[in-house]
């Protein structure tokens, strides 16, 4: 009788950590970590002891069933997602793994900043807090995603809506303030393209939250802000972040405003040799878009998230953790 002969363990490939932005939060989100994983608990913690009183409030928030501030609002969101894309980036350091580039989307690059040691997570803690609490104040608008290439919606495009995100070849997001936006979507939608609407109310990545935005440059000339320790692709030039940008006050603050262009950097990314793309934070939408990505699917670079997909209860959460680190590191490591 002839025996299977067991498969050898893939090749261990540089780990690459993707950083989610707005739209990955959902309730409950990486809740089942909190309080059982140490070394995610107390990274948490950093951020929320930062933030004081309403740094309570915020994780009171996260944990709770019932939050006074719902999880899509601009204020809980945002910090939310710094929070949790932090712990999760220092949760997988703990196992022995050293990234060997960061790659943010959106908020996703704070995260990724304080990661590659460009901020202390105090300072982009107590940032990241001023920017949201700003932008809190802005008018009533948010994205929608559709399935279709930036210069496709162009002739559609008016007023202060625009391209707030190249996702994919054919995932674009649209951003802007209401009803500009809603009249928009309901054009395309009429034109035959798919539209989603992601969550939140905030128009992120358009102009109309620039005298805002521009309001936080003072706050980031405050903190002391180094050259990344390790090569951290930036979301918004699809390329390494200089040790330039890295000490501007006015590049930080133009982040709300300015246009992901995360499939370009994801190219740039993944140019040479593979990667192991993890995702390190909620949901699952970028380990979506980088499956579609020619290196992937060529099987040069691989792709492994963190968590379940949307919420889920806290053992799912947790068994999703430990079978990527089972993944990451080697047997017997």
Do not use: K
């Not at 300072?123 to 809190?136: H, I, N, Y």
């Not at 878009?289 to 379940?308: D, M, T």
């Amino acid at each position: 009788m002839s025996r299977s002969v067991p498969s050898a363990r893939p090749e261990l490939l540089p780990v690459a950590l993707l950083l989610p932005g707005q739209g990955a939060q959902h309730p409950g989100m990486a809740t089942g970590l909190y309080g059982y994983d140490e070394i995610f608990t107390g990274a948490a913690d950093e951020v929320f002891a930062a933030l004081g009183a309403d740094g309570g409030r915020v994780r009171d928030d996260w944990l709770g069933e019932r939050p006074r501030v719902p999880v899509d609002h601009v204020t809980r969101s945002q910090i939310l997602l710094f929070t949790i894309n932090y712990a999760l980036g220092r949760t997988v350091e703990s196992w022995g793994v050293r990234p060997a580039a960061l790659l943010g989307h959106s908020v996703g690059e704070m995260a990724g900043a304080v990661l590659a040691g460009v901020f202390a997570v105090a300072d982009a803690a107590r940032l990241m807090w001023d920017r949201v609490t700003r932008l809190a104040e802005g008018p009533a608008g948010g994205m929608v995603a559709v399935a279709a290439a930036p210069g496709a919606l162009t002739p559609y495009l008016r007023g202060d809506v625009v391209v707030g995100a190249h996702n994919a070849p054919r995932q674009t997001v649209l951003a802007g303030p209401e009803p500009q936006l809603g009249e928009i979507t309901g054009l395309l939608r009429e034109q035959g393209m798919v539209c989603r609407s992601v969550p939140g109310s905030t128009p992120f990545h358009s102009p109309v939250l620039a005298p805002l935005a521009a309001r936080a440059e003072p706050a980031f000339a405050t903190v002391r802000a180094q050259p990344p320790a390790f090569p951290l692709i930036s979301g918004y030039t699809a390329a390494p972040l200089t040790a330039d940008q890295a000490a501007d006050p006015a590049w930080w603050s133009s982040h709300p405003t300015a246009p992901v262009r995360f499939w370009p950097a994801l190219d740039h990314l993944l140019r040479g040799p593979g990667r192991q793309l993890v995702e390190c934070g909620p949901g699952r939408a970028l380990t979506a878009i980088a499956r579609r990505h020619p290196a992937v699917l060529a099987g040069r670079s691989r792709v492994l998230p963190l968590l379940p997909a949307g919420p889920a209860d806290q053992a799912e959460a947790r068994d999703c953790l430990a079978a990527a680190r089972s993944v990451l590191v080697p047997a017997g490591a």
